[in-house]
């Protein structure tokens, strides 16, 4: 059974200092997924990695998928409110997959 | 914005009665999904559909039951509710388009249903 864990589950920083959150597994996955969810929305989808060793940036947002496709992190720069939510990374055992399993997320809050 | 509705956004009952969650689309996607959000579980997967009656299990699969007679609706049932189906619903669709293989989902509003 394949299994995304991520840390840290909660998160709490004051605005303006940088965070990393991870999504490890000991299997390897074909693709990797950020989504962030607001309350009482539904997740929305940041980005997708699919090679091994890659990085994507989407303004202060980094996301990095591990050499071995096992792993990922998310890195934010200089934290805003606005970045406040949870988090989940998905992922993809293979091509032909169906379907994507979820991490349990990382609540992250960012103090004013 | 894929157009995914959700309907209701919000429904308390009582254990035992029948419910039926419907997810609608707008844009004729083969893929879509129900999961269950809950506390320390994250999000799970209940049943999804690769096409009009073509449906499969989730890992949450039990007390639950999914139908699909037409691309744009695909209706998820608990066939005699429990309290511990307490919790929120979201549908979501895969954009094979936009996605080709990596199953990127978009999701609706969600349903939060409390059993009583």
């Known amino acids: 059974t394949q299994l995304l864990e991520q840390s840290p589950q909660f998160l709490s920083i004051q605005e303006g200092e940088n965070l990393t959150v991870y999504c490890n597994s000991s299997s390897v996955f074909s693709s990797l997924q950020w989504y962030r969810q607001e309350p009482g929305e539904g997740p929305v989808l940041l980005v997708t990695v699919v090679t091994g060793g890659e990085v994507k940036k989407l303004k202060r947002l980094t996301f990095q998928f591990g050499d071995a496709r096992k792993d990922s992190s998310l890195h934010i720069t200089a934290a805003q409110p606005g970045d406040t939510g949870l988090y989940l990374c998905?992922?993809?055992?293979?091509?032909?997959?169906?379907?994507?399993?979820f991490g349990k997320g990382t609540r992250l809050h960012i103090l004013p | 914005d894929a157009g995914i509705t959700q309907s209701p956004r919000h429904k308390v009952t009582e254990t035992g009665t029948p419910v039926t969650l419907r997810c609608h689309q707008t844009e004729n996607h083969r893929y879509m999904y129900w999961y269950r959000q809950d506390p320390g579980h994250g999000l799970r997967l209940i049943h999804y559909s690769y096409g009009v009656k073509d449906t499969d299990k989730g890992e949450v699969s039990d007390g639950y039951s999914v139908s699909r007679s037409k691309t744009e609706d695909f209706l998820l049932t608990l066939e005699s509710a429990t309290s511990s189906q307490t919790s929120v619903y979201f549908c979501a669709i895969s954009v094979e388009e936009t996605s080709g293989t990596y199953n990127e989902q978009f999701f609706g509003p969600g349903t939060r249903l409390t059993v009583l």
């Open positions: 998905a992922g993809a055992g293979s091509l032909s997959d169906d379907k994507i399993i």
